[in-house]
């Protein structure tokens, strides 16, 4: 059942290109620069849009956060992104004009429940970005798009969350578009890195045995620290996440320029820094604070577009060349490394410790 995998994580770490390929199916129209998600949103509801509050917990937090990104980019709309359990519809915003965007791979999580109703309550109009078919959430809002991705058994959050960043950057082109924000030429790059992610995905699983090494002769450090801007910001935050919960070692993740403010106090020869220096994540300013984090004997592992090089680092993991999409394909880097890590340390990687696969209590 486990296809030949040791864990269900690492399985479904593998599906990646598979589950990205289902996600995008028929939705892209590259030459013509159009998405098909088949929602439609009443009329005059778009071009009145004046804000996208995006509300998840945990791992599809993050994936909303990426996305907030593109939707400001890409759909002219202001965008925030609320951790489920503190959403309010707060005042001054008019909820006519307002798409409340609930990311949740199970649909069924009580937390983002709360928020869609909190924001139907306030009259937003909601929409389901979700894994599953007939979940409670699909039930509850006014629009849903799947996310396809086929079921995730391992606790940790992983093929799902590609899947969701993708399925919603599918969403910002399509607002964007037809909101007349965007001309087909502007899309075309994003659209073609969406096409080619599952081609990318795959380049970095050929590479597993380079992260293997690292997390072996990293894995017994002290702490971990993730880093990254603008796009890398939600992938280190995701980053930390996942070796945290699944190998029980202290891991934060932080926007880059926040390291001397504070965090690099804890800074050591024993605190591996995890760097996003890829397209979307400002590579050179990025390298630049870890420089300041090795400057303190800090071992740095970089994920780095491919044909970039900064030779300082203590291990560089080339990502593909896919535009916007490069810190998604550089997640894989990291969900591989915390796999080893936990691995290496014997961990009950499918099903971490105090944890539930979906949480359905407030
Ligand atoms: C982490 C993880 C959790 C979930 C969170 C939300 O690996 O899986 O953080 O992302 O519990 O779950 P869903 O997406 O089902 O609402």
């Known amino acids: 059942e486990k296809g030949g995998y040791d864990h269900y994580m690492r399985k479904e770490i593998h599906e990646q290109p598979e589950s990205l390929r289902q996600t995008i199916a028929g939705r892209l129209d590259v030459d013509r620069g159009e998405v098909d998600l088949d929602v439609s949103f009443p009329p005059g509801f778009l071009a009145d849009l004046e ?36 959403y309010e519809f707060g005042a001054g915003r008019s909820p006519d004009r307002t798409l409340v965007v609930a990311v949740t791979q199970s649909g069924e999580t009580a937390d ?12 937003a109009r909601t929409f389901a970005v979700t894994n599953t078919l007939g979940s409670t959430v699909t039930r509850e809002v006014d629009d849903t798009a799947f996310i396809r991705a086929g079921p995730e058994i391992g606790v940790a ?100 320029g926040e390291l001397k403010h504070g965090p690099l106090a804890l800074v050591t020869p ?13 590579a050179d300013e990025t390298m630049n604070n870890v420089t300041e984090a090795q400057t303190r004997g800090a071992p740095a592992i970089g994920c780095v577009s491919a044909g970039d090089e900064y030779g300082t680092l203590d291990v560089s993991l080339p990502v593909p060349d896919v535009g916007v999409a490069e810190p998604l394909v550089a997640n894989v880097y990291l969900q591989l490394f915390a796999y080893h890590v936990a691995n290496d340390k014997g961990r009950s990687i499918d099903k971490p410790r105090n944890l539930a696969k979906s949480v359905t209590v407030e």
């Open 270 to 282: 024993d605190t591996p820094v995890l760097a996003l220096l890829t397209e979307g994540g400002r």
């Open 112 to 123: 983002t429940l709360g928020a869609v109703r909190r924001a139907n309550a306030a009259g």
């Open 157 to 256: 959050a992983t093929k799902t969350f590609a899947s969701q960043v993708a399925t919603l950057a599918m969403l910002a082109v399509s607002i964007g578009r037809e909101r007349g924000a965007l001309a087909a030429a502007d899309v075309r790059p994003v659209l073609e890195g969406l096409r080619d992610l599952p081609g990318a995905v795959q380049q970095v699983l050929d590479n597993e045995n380079r992260v293997r090494e690292a997390a072996t002769e990293y894995g017994d450090s002290e702490a971990f620290f993730f880093v990254g801007r603008k796009l890398g910001v939600p992938v280190a935050l995701e980053g930390a996440l996942k070796l945290k919960e699944i190998s029980y070692d202290h891991a934060e993740g932080f926007a880059a």
């Open 51 to 86: 804000e996208i509050q995006i509300v998840a917990c945990g791992t599809s937090n993050y994936a909303g956060q990426y996305a907030a990104r593109l939707f400001e980019e890409l759909s002219g709309v202001r965008a925030t992104v609320d951790i489920a359990s503190e």
